[in-house]
């Protein structure tokens, strides 16, 4: 019995692009595509309070015509409906989530799912640790399935690593009190 494969990829502001095209190079012949993106919980409370800010808290009947909820969720079907049209698959689930982002990521791949495809998100000007940002680590350490590390821009050159310290210069010296 063959068994089908499932991706997941994550779609965030700024790198999904390099996720969709990642993946639609990728993907094995009848594979099921989910694509994701998750509201920070954050966001709406982070909105509603600068909207308190700018209105003023003596005028608790002035507030925005739409529900902040409202706008996050049509800002995320966009991005999704932008993603699917971009990977060319009319069969891809869309799924959109709220919550702590690397948590609802983790959640969103934890059964079934055998490989996800995420982006680097933090500096893209060299190469190394830095260019994955704390939500993105998270993901990719704690993902329990394949994971799929992609640049959505062109990768720095390998003389971007770092230099590697002096020999004898990892070992360091044990702290003490200053002699007085």
Known sequence: MMTVMRIVVWVVEGTWQGCVDAA???????????????TPADVTGGAEAAAAGLLGRAFPGRRPTRPFEDVADEAASELLAAAAARLGRQDAELLHRRGRVEREVIRAVAENVDLLVVARDGDHSRLGPHSLGPATRFVVDHAPCAVLLVWPDEPPGIESISPPPPLGAHRRKPWSWPRA
Do not use: K, N, Y
């Not at 639609?24 to 998750?38: E, I």
């Open 24 to 38: 639609g190079h990728s993907l094995p012949s009848g594979a099921q595509v989910a694509l994701l993106h998750v």
